[in-house]
């Protein structure tokens, strides 16, 4: 019998979205702020140095929704949204929320702009 591959315990997804060059819309990729351009990498390469990387799956998406909050990444499971991200806070999430397994609590977006979940059953009634 064949053993199973396992599933990743995690799932980062980073937001890569960009705004056209003069536009007034902040975003989470910016050439404002050239590190940003390097965020993704920064956290492949540390997820490789740590060798979890076969656990942990970076995935680049499109917008979030909260790009005033940006650069952002959301963690899963548990909806966890980071924000205002650098490298050394990607580096402090890696170690104490991705390995340590507790959520980074000041780097996580404010309540106020990430309420409780609504069900889309609840929306369609």
């Known amino acids: 019998m064949m053993m199973a591959i396992p599933q990743p315990a995690f799932y980062i997804f980073k937001c890569q979205q960009s705004a056209p060059p003069g536009m ?3 975003s989470c990729v910016s050439q404002n702020n ?7 990498a920064h ?3 540390r997820l490789m140095q740590k060798g979890i990387i076969g656990t942990v799956a970076p995935i680049q998406t499109g917008c979030l929704n909260r790009c005033q909050q ?5 963690v899963e499971p548990g ?3 980071y ?4 490298k050394e806070k990607i580096d ?6 991705i390995i340590g397994g507790n959520i980074v609590q000041e780097y996580v977006i404010d309540e106020q702009m ?9 929306m369609t009634r």
């Open 24 to 26: 007034p819309k902040p």
């Open 34 to 40: 050239p590190q940003s351009m390097e965020l993704f």
């Open 43 to 45: 956290l492949g390469q």
């Open 70 to 74: 940006g650069p952002v990444m959301l």
């Open 79 to 81: 909806h966890t949204m």
């Open 83 to 86: 924000v205002g991200l650098t």
């Open 92 to 97: 402090r999430i890696i170690e104490e929320h």
């Open 114 to 122: 990430w309420g409780e979940p609504i069900s889309p059953a609840q």
